[in-house]
């Protein structure tokens, strides 16, 4: 198995710039999670999934923040506009929910907002 | 609400030294505890976990201790050596459901040769 693919792995974007990344999770993975991490703030979720259905936004910042999961194996961050604020890096993780906890990371995506 | 506190937030230790990082969690309903390492630039990956039937789990040098009456457990990493450098999180699952985790905040470990 590939593991966890994420894209791009850096983006390099200007203020007011929309910005998508992407997200493949582990095929028969029924949960997903879009992770930011910074060093002031850590690693902090921001929205997850199951079975495709969003079940908890309340970690997304703002309303310029947005995310969906089309089908089982495929699912967007979309930040619009984005803001140097905004510069992270962006972890996508899959998990088996019913089995084990087990969180798979991907590689993630350095997000960097001038 | 659920939380996690990790301690310290960082640690530094001599190579060969043991090293402990310490987790409380406030549901006294969680039954899962894993520990994730973060190297630099690196995403993080599950090192070891412990459910609540075990009181304390060991894989070669690291080690994991569960006290569930004080709500705590404790990561143990022996004859630390440079490459065990990295960020690493305590984890408990969420009460909801769906394999959510509440991380800690992370220790920085960082291994002197």
């Known amino acids: 198995d590939a593991g966890v693919i994420q894209s791009p792995r850096h983006e390099v974007t200007e203020m007011g710039q929309e910005v998508t990344l992407r997200c493949k999770p582990i095929?028969?993975?029924?949960?997903l999670f879009w992770y930011r991490q910074t060093m002031m703030r850590g690693l902090e979720l921001l929205i997850y999934?199951?079975?495709?259905?969003?079940?908890?936004d309340s970690g997304m910042p703002e309303d310029r923040f947005s995310a969906k999961m089309p089908n089982a194996s495929f699912s967007t961050l979309k930040i619009q506009p984005s803001e140097p604020r905004d510069s992270a890096v962006y972890f996508c993780?899959?998990?088996?929910?019913?089995?084990?906890?087990?969180?798979?990371f991907g590689p993630g995506t350095r997000l960097t907002v001038t | 609400g659920e939380n996690v506190e990790q301690h310290p937030s960082t640690l530094s230790v001599q190579e060969g030294d043991s090293a402990v990082i310490k987790c409380t969690y406030s549901d006294s309903a969680s039954n899962y505890f894993p520990w994730y390492k973060q190297e630099l630039g690196k995403r993080p990956q599950l090192i070891i976990d412990?459910?609540?039937?075990?009181g304390e789990k060991k894989d070669q040098r690291i080690a994991v201790t569960l006290n569930k009456t004080a709500k705590h457990f404790s990561l143990h990493i022996t004859e630390t050596q440079p490459e065990d450098s990295a960020v690493y999180f305590c984890?408990?699952?969420?009460?909801?459901?769906?394999?959510?985790?509440?991380f800690g905040a992370g220790t920085r470990l960082a291994v002197h040769p």
């Open positions: 412990i459910r609540s039937n075990v």
């Open positions: 993780a899959s998990s088996l929910a019913g089995s084990s906890y087990e969180q798979y």
């Open positions: 095929s028969g993975h029924n949960s």
């Open positions: 999934f199951n079975n495709n259905v969003p079940i908890d």
């Open positions: 984890a408990a699952p969420f009460s909801g459901g769906y394999n959510k985790l509440i």
